[in-house]
């Protein structure tokens, strides 16, 4: 199976140059056309990596079975062996998927990981350079993914005041040498924007091509991500084994776009619920049709890896609803006037799948001293005003607490956190708790100063390092 440019579809890509080269061109994403349909009858007996390799397999892709087969390998580093992730079961109609049980504690793992491997084994001999832009979880993750590859350098951009303290020192004490990360004056729609004027600067370019480095990107944008962020979804509906609604934390909409393709192939999922912190563009769009960024500025929550205003992965799903030529309308449009509107039917059209809805911090702080015997972070309790529970639901828990030391104890004992290590050990005890090593050894090792960048001395600062 090809890929498609959602602006265009006569534009296709391999599965493997679209790993490689994330972007169509005009700045499209590759998606795919129709999604592939598996009769769930069959798969239910199937452990984690046997689905992956059924879902993936279904595709098509350009790339043989046993590179992934390989690449899937990397799971057998998370907590249970035997699978990566972990359902937990609340109550008869809630369960917790919970996608954070790998080396940075955070869902990106899950993606990013075997994403890894793929490009690893893709590139060849070639050099280069991954970069990526970051809220808080894709840096650690990304970094984690590409320790000491070979041939390969990896630049992460955050915003200085934008990740958590242990998200920052998870980038910051990333010591291979092959990694980069950069503090930069701003947000995260600064970020994502300052990666994307890089990747398409013609005299950044020129210098990479003259050192012989080719370019890419791992932000979510990437196809390669989604299609692993496909699987979770589909497995933990096969484990319920009943018709489920599943409610996801979301950001750049990679994860919930996974449980759409999910739903298409055939999982038993009924409505994906897009929650979202005080920066409500997302349920703004699924309620009225509007995304309009006019009426917004980035608001900094608790919740920092779902602080963005430009969903980049919403434009998938336009194209697989309304198909490209709209798709290209609605973007140009939100281009030139930070705005598109759909029209009536297809709004419904959209809410035959989804329902939003948000939740400020005030409201978060008070679902996780609800919860406290299960301990949500600060992301995943976003979900919990949409929960129904007279209907079997499927929470997506993004995250582990740990990453979010003060706002959980500010949370639980009303208090403000003034030691984050003595605070993270304080809420360990008290609720039961291990804290994973690669958490708490960030906080055993010296301070490191961080220096900011201007965004304007970000490539000079990218080109000198990559020259050293
Ligand atoms: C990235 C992230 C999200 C948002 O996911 P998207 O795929 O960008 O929508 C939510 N919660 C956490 C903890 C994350 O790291």
Redesign the pocket.
Known sequence: MLLHSTQDITQTSSFSNALLNPSAPNNALYAPLNLPRLNPENLKNLNYKELALKIIGAFDFDINLQIFQKALEVYDNFDDKNCPINITKINENLYINELYHGPTR???DMALQPFGVLLEYLKKDDFYLIMCATS???GPATLKSFENKKNIKVVCIYPNDGTSKTQALQMIHSKACNLKSIAIKGNFDDAQNALKTLLNDEEFKAVLKKENIHLSAAN?VNFGRILFQIIYHYYASLKLDKNLDIII????????LGAYYAKKMGAKISKIKIASNSNNILSEFFNSGRYDLRTKTLQKTI?P??DILISSNIERLLFDKFKDQRTKELMLNLKNEKFYELNFEELKLLQEDFEADFCTDEECMHYIKQYQDYLL?P?TCTCFKMLDSNTPTLITS??QWSKFTPSMYKALFNKECLDEKKAMQEIANQFNQNIHPNIACLFEQEDIKVKTYKIDDLKQTIIDWIKQ
């Open positions: 955070a869902f990106k808080g979880d894709t979510s934390p979301s950001g750049n909409f990679g994860d919930a919740s890896a779902m972070d992301h993004t995250a």
